[in-house]
Structures are given as C-alpha cells and as structure tokens.
C-alpha cells in the first residue's frame, strides 16, 4: 500500500471517527478553558454556564483558568485540542478580536482558522467614569475642561485590551490629549480612579455601577447602544454626539475548526436551552452581565470577524505596540 493511500486511510478513519463521537457527545467531562485568573467576567460567564451546561447535557464542564500572555496559552491550548467537543473556550473580545492583530508576529497559530464560534452569551458595556472629586460632571464639561489643559489629564488602562482601544478611539473622535498611565489590570485601574490618582477611565459596567450608586464615581456616558436599565441617567455615546463609538466587552464560546457540525449546533442549542431557565438570567443579572445571544455559529462568527476588522483598524491608527 502506497503512502498516499495509507495517508487517505488515516485521514477517513479520522472523519468516521470524529462522526461517531459526534453522535455520542458529550461522552467524558468537557473542559472549559478560561484565559484569565477567576473573577474576572469572563471566569463569572462560565462558572454561571458550566453546572447548567453539565446538567443539561448529562456530563460534566469543569472551568480551568489558563490565564497568561494575554490569554493567548489558552487559545492556543484549545486551537490545539481534538477537535471533538470536549474542550472549549470561554473568550472574549480582546482574546478573540483584539489579541489576532495585537499579538500577530508572535502567534504560533491563526484563531481565525484554527478556532470556530459557537454562540455569543454576553455584552458587558462600559462607562466613561471619574472619581467623585473630579469637578466635571457631563461629558461636554469633561470635554471642556481637558481641551483647556491639553496633555495635563491622563487616563489608566492595560495596553492594548478593549477599555484602552476605546479610550484611544474616543480621544482622536473628541480631539483630546491625554496620557495613558498603563495598569496591571483593571482592579488597579479602578482603585486609582476612585482616589483621584487617574483622572478617567472606561470601566466595565459590571463592576463600575455599584460605585457610581455609592457616589465613589460619576459616569459621563456609556458605550452602549442604549441606556443601562440600572443607569437610565447616563447617556449613550451615540446621544452625545459621537456616533460609531459604541462598543462591549463580548463573552462567547468557541471550538477547535475541526469539531464536527452536530457538535457545534448541539452545544449553540444547550446554550439557548439553559439560557431559557429564569434562575440562570438570574444569575446573570445579579453579577451585571447582560444576556446577549448570537442565534446561530454563522452569526457569531461574523461578529467575530467584523469586530477583529474594527479593532485591528483601531490598532494600526494609535500604532499600539503589544510586544
């Protein structure tokens, strides 16, 4: 027998393979890789997920943090997996959209080729905040006030992620000059925003909105489409004259390229099934992340793609420099 058709061989009872587990999946525990250390919103969709998954499917899903370089160990780690259901990804936006421009010299794979969306879960806004001392209190003051002192102001947020692209975004649409003060993280960022160290920030909505209640921030506007239910006062970018600047910290899962159709469909389905249940957009809810669901693999998988085109524009314009 020849080495092609050896090759051919192998390559068949891979597919017939693959096809049969298809029929059978979930048979084992399914790992639910997380890119970032627990806590995060990204690590509260799907430790949310994973027990109504499990039940819904019969198996169990275990989530495994896999955080460093960015969140790139576990996309890859998932890129590389069999591709048969039994690993998946928990990503978002700046995994999954940002990270394949940011990180494009030193990746050792494609995401757009080696991994395929499954279903959009969750859209967590931000908010455009300040300490409460700051003296602004509208966006059109904070405007005014950092245009009379250009370069004096400065902002914090990690290099590269989603609140500091928007930032970049905003400030070359309103025609500010401001300094970024990188963060370790967001926690940081959050903490010198509240003293007064950094004067504004785009802070997720999830995290943000208590303080803003408690009175330790103030929010100028928020990125969404439209207003938050538990901020109806703050207006959205679009009502303040910069439209195009909306944006979300998105969550969604994906799968090895690889992984066999009717594997896809039945996990996009159990997602939408469990989503059903009150007691999980409960959950949601209470943790302050808005249930946003893609209807099929194809829909997710466009977003994906034109969010990776917006980002990428984004990067090349400020010449972010990931590494």
């Not at 066999?260 to 943790?287: I, K, S, T």
Request: aromatic letters at 6%; one cysteine or more; a positive charge.
């Amino acid at each position: 027998m020849g080495r092609l058709q050896k090759l051919a061989l192998c390559a068949g009872g891979l597919m017939i393979s693959l096809a049969t587990a298809a029929q059978t999946w979930p048979s084992k525990p399914v790992r639910m890789l997380v890119p970032f250390a627990p806590g995060g919103a990204t690590d509260i969709v799907a430790r949310i997920l994973a027990p109504a998954l499990g039940e819904a499917l019969g198996q169990q899903f275990v989530v495994d943090n896999r955080a460093g370089a960015s969140g790139n160990i576990a996309l890859e780690l998932v890129a590389k997996a069999q591709p048969d259901g039994h690993t998946v990804l928990v990503s978002n936006v700046a995994t999954s959209s940002i990270n394949p421009t940011g990180f494009a010299g030193v990746l050792k794979f494609d995401p757009a080729k080696e991994l395929t969306g499954v279903v959009l879960v969750a859209s967590v806004p931000s908010l455009l905040c300040a300490g409460a001392n700051f003296p602004p209190n509208t966006l059109r003051e904070m405007i005014d006030y950092a245009k009379a002192r250009p370069g004096q102001l400065n902002y914090s947020n990690p290099i590269g992620n989603h609140s500091h692209l928007s930032m970049l975004d905003f400030l070359a649409k309103s025609g500010l000059q401001m300094v970024n003060v990188p963060s370790k993280g967001a926690g940081s960022a959050f903490s010198t925003l509240i003293s007064g160290e950094i004067h504004v920030s785009f802070q997720n909505s999830a995290t943000a909105t208590l303080q803003i209640r408690n009175g330790r921030l103030k929010a100028f506007v928020t990125n969404a489409k439209q207003r938050l239910p538990d901020l109806p006062e703050v207006p959205t970018m679009s009502e303040s004259g910069f439209s195009g600047l909306e944006s979300v910290n998105w969550n969604g899962l994906f799968l090895p390229a690889q992984t066999p159709r009717a594997v896809v469909d039945r996990l996009n389905a159990a997602v939408h099934q469990v989503m059903q249940r009150p007691q999980v957009r409960e959950h949601f809810a209470r943790q302050g992340v808005p249930v946003t669901l893609s209807k099929t693999p194809e829909e997710f998988q466009a977003y994906v793609r034109a969010e990776t085109a917006r980002w990428a524009k984004i990067i090349r314009d400020n010449n972010v420099t990931y590494y």
